[in-house]
Structures are given as structure tokens and as C-alpha cells.
């Protein structure tokens, strides 16, 4: 079921190259400075993208913090569009496309880049990302998750494949994470995320794959067995913790998958080997978007607190419930690796009983947590999203006021595919402790979803 999703997202991206070369859709200008003062203030959002594109991953190189990358399903990287890549030197003020990837032949096959952008920095400042390539043949579909890397942000090494199986096989739900912690003993690794498909769509298993020599070569572990259908797991994260501890979550359920259950499992040795998967939250699921019936994974986005403050170490996981009448967005957290779990404290008031979804997480250099989201509050028909954040300084316990990170109304059908997909997830991370920046999906021009930064400076 989901092999066919992602196949539908890809025959999207050839109708959105279509209407692009065809000259139906413009591209906008990249004209807002982000900065405010003074402090604390709501940075002025710009646009990333040039144009139709979904899915906002971000993140911030260590040692460069107004270096951001950011990954998109991006409508003009040929041949029809699939995963590029946006860097800004500045702080997130001003963007340059610096990578769109390329097909791979392997084995007589040809794999096109369709879906599922990611980015990662590791201690040195070399970027990482990664994307899903799907292809289809005679006996129907296969794909494989590629990697690339760069030392300066805009030379690109040939895309790698870090997960993949031989047969009519499928890996998706896919993400990357780099160890970027100077005290590590796995510093400088790279781990890659997924569910990988086989017999069809009827079985499916959690692999982790790792690399510990700048993505050149690949090692792919399985994390959870294999799920037979009804049983499968879904939407892989993964985050990295200053020990060396790598932490992958997912949802793991019966289809259709109304309700289920977050899922984590970890490893101490580099991703050689992996504990037993732990059940930490209960999962209920939309069957769509309300009112606009659009999408809505529900990826458990996790984070790890690498600071050395008082909640060092712990971890932070966000995800939304499904009510019965209205998505909430919430956060869960360990104070001892991931074996035992709070219950999940929401960040909207209490008040706010329209849609929240699509929530991303992170933590800054001295431990503050982040949690930027999608949210219906300001419109009474529950239609129309703007992005907004909260913020967490007792280790998660409690989240203050929500700040709007935009005025400016989105209309989810208006996203330009002509179709029911706003895009899957966005992202957000720190410039430093006081400069929070977002990354979501918009489509306040009316016309078509593109990628916007936006954020808060706290101090």
C-alpha cells in the first residue's frame, strides 16, 4: 500500500515538471532578511524553494552555525522532479539550490530520484543527505535509498546506495542522521533509516544502514523482524546522542493503521547491532487530513539532548494523536535512554481544538527543546494551516507560550499537484541556544506548496 503512495508522489512530481517546463507555475523571489530585533521576535519567514516543492528537512553545520542545509521534493530537478537540496551561507536569509540528485543504473535498472529528502552534518562540517529512488519493471516496483556528500556544501560526491535489497523489493519512510558529536567514539558516522518492502508489499522490516567512512561504502543492519501483512511498521526517524548512541524510531501497527504503537531501538556499537525494539506511546492515526483530506504521517520525529546542562541525555520524541475530531501535536520523553517513557504533554492551550500536525523537534547547544508544527487555530473552518513553535527549558516537562511563525494563511488544497499531498514532513533545528529556525510547507501565494524558513530569536 504504501509502495503504491510513493508511486503516486513520483507520477505527481512528473505532472508538477510538466506544468513547470510548460510555464504554469512562477518562480518566486528570494527577498526577506531573517533577523529581528529586538529580542525575543518572530523571524520574518523567506522562501527556500523555486518552486513546487514538499518536505522541509533542515539542519545546521556545527561548525559554521549560519551555514543551514535544507531538503526538498523539489518540482525542477530533472528529469521530474525528487530530492534537492538548499544551502544558505547566512543564517537562512537568503537560498541557493546546490544539488539535485541524479539517476542510478544498477544492475540493468534504471532508479529515478522521487521522494523523501534528508540532510545531516557530521563533527568535521561535511554534509550528508539522501533520498528515496524509485524505478518500476515488468514484475512492478523496486527502489533504494542513495547518499551523497560534500566538504564545501556545493560539491557533490556521486550519490552512493546505503539501502537497498535484490528482488522486487522497496525501502521507504527513510531518513539520515550523522554523528556530529566531537566526544563520540562513532564520530563521523552516518546512519541512513528505512522500511524495506518485499513479496509485494506483504512484508516489511525496520533496517538501519551505516557508514563510517564518509558514505563511500554501506552496511545495512535489520532493527525489527519482518512484519507480515496486516502487521507492518512505518515512518523511520533516527537521532544521534554524544555518546555514541544512535536512536531509531517508528510506528508499528496492523493496516489500515488507524491505532497502534511508537516503537525505539538503539545501539551502542556504531550500528553493528541493535537493542530489542521497546514500545514507548500509543499511536492512533487520521485516515486524513479533516475537512481536506490530505495526508498526514505521523513520523515519531526524535531528538537527544547533547548539552551538557541538567537534562543532558535525555530524549524527545513528537508526534501527533488523532482525538476523534481534531490531530494534536504532543512530546514524549526519556530521562534514561529510552527505557521508560512520560506521558505525552501537548504544546497547543488546551483551547486549541483545531488540526495540528506535520511536528518536527530539536534540541539546542545548552538543552532547550524546539517543537515546530502545522496548526488550524486561526481559521473557524478548520481549513487553512500557519506554522507555529513552542519551547521547553525544564527538559520537557512543561512547553511555554506558541509563537506564529507566520500570518500568513495556507490553503492545503492549494498546493499544486492536483492531488491530496501537501508533502509528509517538515523540520526544523538551532543556529545557537537563541535562534531557533523552521522549516515547513506553504502555500500562501495561493497557487502551488513551496518550502519556507522562518523562526524565533529567543535571546
Given at each position: 500500500m504504501?509502495?503504491?503512495?510513493?508511486?503516486?508522489?513520483?507520477?505527481?512530481?512528473?505532472?508538477?515538471?510538466?506544468l513547470l517546463s510548460a510555464g504554469g507555475v512562477p518562480r518566486p523571489a528570494h527577498s526577506q532578511v531573517l533577523s529581528c530585533s529586538p529580542a525575543p521576535c518572530t523571524l520574518p519567514p523567506t522562501r527556500a524553494s523555486e518552486s513546487i516543492a514538499t518536505d522541509s528537512p533542515i539542519v545546521t553545520n556545527p561548525l559554521d552555525t549560519k551555514e543551514l542545509l535544507l531538503g526538498s521534493v523539489d518540482g525542477t530537478c530533472p528529469p521530474s522532479g525528487g530530492p534537492g537540496f538548499y544551502l544558505s551561507r547566512n543564517g537562512g536569509s537568503?537560498?541557493?539550490?546546490?544539488?539535485?540528485?541524479a539517476e542510478i543504473r544498477h544492475k540493468q535498472l534504471v532508479y529515478i530520484p522521487c521522494d523523501e529528502p534528508s540532510v545531516g552534518y557530521d563533527q568535521k562540517g561535511n554534509a550528508y543527505v539522501a533520498g528515496l529512488y524509485c524505478g518500476q519493471s515488468e514484475t512492478g516496483n523496486y527502489g533504494l535509498v542513495a547518499a551523497q556528500r560534500s566538504a564545501d556544501g556545493t560539491h557533490w560526491s556521486k550519490p552512493v546506495i546505503a539501502l537497498y535489497s535484490p528482488g522486487q523489493t522497496f525501502p521507504y519512510l527513510t531518513h539520515l542522521a550523522a554523528d556530529a558529536s566531537a566526544s563520540s567514539p562513532w564520530a563521523g558516522t552516518v546512519y541512513v533509516s528505512g522500511v524495506m518492502t518485499s513479496d509485494q508489499g506483504s512484508k516489511n522490516q525496520v533496517l538501519v544502514s551505516h557508514s563510517a567512512d564518509g558514505g563511500a561504502t554501506w552496511t545495512q543492519v535489520a532493527v525489527d523482524s519482518v512484519q507480515v501483512f496486516p502487521e507492518q511498521d512505518e515512518f523511520t526517524r533516527i537521532a544521534t546522542g554524544s555518546s555514541g548512541t544512535v536512536y531509531v524510531t517508528w510506528m508499528q501497527c496492523a493496516s489500515p493503521c488507524a491505532a497502534g504503537h511508537f516503537m525505539l531501538s538503539k545501539s551502542a556499537d556504531g550500528g553493528l547491532t541493535w537493542s530489542k525494539p521497546l514500545r514507548i506511546a500509543g499511536a492512533r492515526v487520521a485516515p486524513g487530513l479533516p475537512h481536506t483530506y490530505e495526508r498526514v504521517y505521523n513520523y515519531p520525529s526524535i531528538a537527544v539532548d547533547n548539552s551538557n546542562g541538567p537534562y543532558a541525555?535525555?530524549?524527545?520524541?513528537?508526534?501527533?494523536t488523532w482525538t476523534g475530531s481534531y490531530l494534536r501535536v504532543q512530546?514524549?520523553?526519556s530521562t534514561d535512554g529510552g527505557t521508560t517513557w512520560s506521558k505525552p504533554v501537548r504544546l497547543a492551550p488546551k483551547s486549541d481544538t483545531h488540526d495540528q500536525f506535520f511536528p518536527a523537534i530539536s534540541v539546542s547547544p545548552t538543552g532547550r527543546v524546539g517543537v515546530s508544527w502545522l496548526d488550524r487555530r486561526n481559521d473557524p473552518n478548520d481549513i487553512d494551516y500557519e506554522a507555529f513553535a513552542a519551547f521547553s527549558d525544564d527538559g520537557g516537562q512543561s512547553f511555554g507560550p506558541n509563537w506564529q511563525l507566520t500570518t500568513a494563511f495556507s490553503n492545503p488544497k492549494n498546493n499544486g499537484t492536483g492531488n491530496n499531498w501537501l508533502g509528509d514532513y517538515t523540520?526544523?533545528?538551532?543556529?545557537?541556544?537563541?535562534?531557533f529556525i523552521a522549516a515547513w510547507m506553504d502555500t500562501s501565494n495561493g497557487s502551488y506548496v513551496d518550502d519556507m524558513v522562518g523562526g524565533v530569536r529567543l535571546k
Open positions: 504504501r509502495i503504491e503512495s510513493h508511486t503516486l508522489t513520483f507520477a505527481l512530481l512528473l505532472l508538477a515538471g510538466f537568503t537560498w541557493t539550490r546546490v544539488l539535485c540528485m541525555g535525555n530524549l524527545y520524541v513528537a508526534m501527533y512530546v514524549i520523553r523540520g526544523n533545528t538551532w543556529r545557537d541556544d537563541g535562534i
